[in-house]
């Protein structure tokens, strides 16, 4: 079991890193936000989950033990694999999924990309009980911990360009990229999985472009 990874950034793209650890290098997946917090060149030191399967072998990574354990637990869930798993943290942090899921807000979690409404109800059936308390996650705590449209957008804005620091862009130059890309979408909510994502291809290829 590779439990985590510490050492030399060496690359970052868009869903995966690589770490080199005593001159061997690690590639996980990982979520925007995460990748966001590496920078190329720098020491690092990510927890990781190793996944098996009988024609692979893939690590994920992660900055904190509620991410993990988090992901852990929604494998735990019939047909939900790991990648799906680690969309989830892309939308929500653990805390704010944990409240949705206990308060038993099927629509908030189909926000997840590849989440239906009976994946969503069947996420709501095998883990409510599971979280309940967890995260500090209580019923009714999904309403209080969701953000207004407004500071959906913001959060997602700022991922964005933590992203695209991390890939090597300097932060002026990334965060006027994607300034540049929301100004040409004014009735776009970028607070969507769906549409943070494509923000941030629009905003790396605008950059390509420069």
Do not use: W
């Not at 927890?47 to 033990?65: H, I, N, P, R």
């Not at 509620?66 to 653990?94: C, Y």
């Not at 953000?147 to 130059?173: D, I, M, N």
Request: net charge negative; proline share 4%.
């Amino acid at each position: 079991m590779i439990d985590s990874l510490n050492g030399q950034v060496i690359s970052i793209g868009l869903d995966h890193g690589v770490i080199e650890c005593g001159g061997v290098g690690y590639r996980f997946l990982a979520t925007p936000p995460t990748l966001g917090r590496l920078t190329r060149g720098e020491n690092a030191r990510v927890l990781t989950s190793l996944v098996v399967k009988e024609d692979a072998m893939t690590l994920y990574g992660f900055t904190d033990d509620d991410a993990r354990e988090m992901f852990h637990r929604l494998t735990t869930v019939t047909g939900l694999g790991p990648k799906l798993a680690l969309a989830s943290l892309s939308v929500f942090e653990p805390a704010e999924l944990a409240g949705h899921i206990t308060a038993g807000d099927s629509k908030a979690i189909q926000s997840i990309p590849g989440v239906g409404k009976k994946m969503a109800d069947r996420l709501v059936l095998e883990l409510k009980d599971k979280l309940a308390g967890v995260y500090g996650s209580q019923p009714g705590a999904a309403a209080s911990a969701s953000l207004s449209s407004a500071q959906g957008a913001s959060l997602a804005t700022e991922q964005v360009v933590e992203a695209l620091v991390g890939l090597g862009f300097p932060e002026k130059g990334a965060r006027a990229a994607v300034d540049a890309v929301i100004a040409e979408s004014p009735e776009t909510d970028f607070s969507a999985a769906a549409e943070s994502s494509a923000l941030l291809r629009s905003a790396l290829n605008r950059l390509g472009k420069q």
